[in-house]
């Protein structure tokens, strides 16, 4: 059956009653998506005048992907209102940690047709700018019902994604296809949005690139090295995922014996932590939580990241990454981050959602490829043993984040015109 925009809306009624116990389950399970929830259907207490910017980034890694042409559209256009819509708890509080107080920071509502007409009846936008990967179709035909432009910018298409995609046409389709421009990062990424829409499709780059360390993580990297400093290694398991943890644990603590190296462990969400807690707990293996400070951690074995908003600065703390995500099959994680901070990387076989990334991080030295746990931890070792093969790495990746710079213009070139246009309504 071919899925159009009415059958979406028709379907989205009927599935109302499940939808509704599913929200109310989270909100329950989940105290942050309390906070704000009239937002998430078009309710604001917020208020804008003049022209307006919406940028939609729906969690932390669009958010931060944001961050270089939020500052660039200040420069550009200082009398214009930015507002910044999320999906997600943390991307929110990713944006208030990071993104200045002069932007407006608010939900997305759910992609429901009268709440998105509320939202965009409130804040009124001249131009609608999403950042990779979320296009809602009623938030998409509301917006040219209400002729507002709007764009996906460092858009991202994985082979899961596209084949999920193909099963929704032509919804889909007719919502690429309403879009006024369409950016995505790479060559592989155009080639899918091109197999399933007419419009145009121009490759930029990552975003991501561009994106620099704040100052504050490099001062908090220098308060863990005080910390910390005197261990043989330290290793993260970066924005790790339900199972992860204990697949790693379990051979990490056979393969650390009487060494003094410390680990670091950030799940990849927040209401995992307590439960990340007791696999570690179970190990043996003496722990400490983040959220506890930095005392008392010259015996830790294991420090729990339980706080947000700091994995930049782990990254500039350790001296090897294991990317999180890629060990079971959950598509992957990205490793810009860990590359910018002249973090060596190693990612595990399921990299779906970021093949592209990790081949040129591969190539460029970057990154190491390993395809189970025990071949990790024969990486780990020649890395404890043969420190010359990690700064080597870290070289490279620095190398490798410098070459792709240079995407913040080629966007802005790209959607400038057509702002232009937008905020002369």
């Known amino acids: 059956m071919q899925i159009t925009l009415s059958r979406y809306r028709l379907i989205l009624t009927f599935l109302w009653p499940i939808l509704t116990v599913t929200w109310w389950i989270r909100r329950l399970r989940q105290p942050s998506y309390r906070i704000n929830w009239p937002e998430r259907w078009g309710n604001y207490q917020q208020t804008v005048s003049g022209p307006v910017i919406w940028l939609h980034a729906v969690s932390v890694g669009e958010t931060r992907a944001a961050i270089p042409l939020i500052q660039r559209l200040r420069e550009e256009y200082p009398n214009v209102t930015l507002v910044l819509t999320h999906m997600t708890a943390t991307g929110r509080n990713t944006a208030l940690e990071s993104i200045p107080a002069e932007v407006v920071r608010v939900y997305l509502p ?36 209400l002729e507002i432009p709007i764009c996906l910018i460092n858009g991202r298409l994985s082979e899961r994604s596209f084949k999920r995609y193909l099963k929704t046409q032509p919804l889909i389709g007719d919502s690429l296809g309403s879009l006024t421009l369409l950016l995505a990062q790479t060559e592989a990424d155009q080639i899918r949005y091109q197999k399933l829409t007419s419009q145009q499709v121009w490759v930029t780059g990552n975003i991501k690139f561009d994106v620099l360390i704040p100052p504050q993580q490099k001062q908090l990297a220098e308060t ?79 420090l729990l990241g339980d706080s947000m908003g700091e994995l930049y600065a782990y990254y500039l703390t350790a001296d090897g990454a294991i990317m999180g995500g890629t060990w079971l099959p959950f598509g992957g994680q990205n490793l810009i981050e860990a590359c910018q901070a002249g973090c060596p990387v190693v990612f595990g076989p399921h990299t779906e959602n970021f093949t592209v990334i990790c081949q040129q991080a591969r190539l460029a030295g970057a990154a190491l490829y390993v395809s189970s746990i025990p071949e990790l931890m024969i990486q780990l070792t020649k890395w404890r043993d043969h420190p010359n093969q990690l700064t080597k790495i870290r070289e490279a990746g620095q190398a490798f984040i410098q070459a792709h710079q240079g995407v913040t213009d080629r966007t802005m070139n790209f959607i400038t015109p057509i702002l232009q246009k937008a905020l002369q309504k």
């Open 224 to 302: 863990f090295n005080q910390a910390w400093g005197h261990r043989s290694r330290v290793w993260i398991l970066a924005s790790s995922r339900d199972g992860e943890e204990k697949i790693f644990l379990d051979s990490y603590r056979l393969w650390l014996g009487s060494k003094d190296d410390l680990l670091i462990i950030v799940p990849r969400h927040p209401e995992r932590f307590d439960e990340v807690a007791k696999l570690i707990e179970a190990t043996g293996l003496t722990y400490q939580r983040r959220s506890s400070g930095l005392n008392n951690t010259v015996n830790t074995q294991v």
């Open 110 to 145: 759910y992609d429901w047709p009268s709440a998105v007409r509320r939202f965009l009846r409130h804040f009124k936008p001249n131009i609608g700018l999403i950042m990779e990967t979320e296009v809602w179709p009623n938030a998409v035909a509301e917006c040219v019902a």
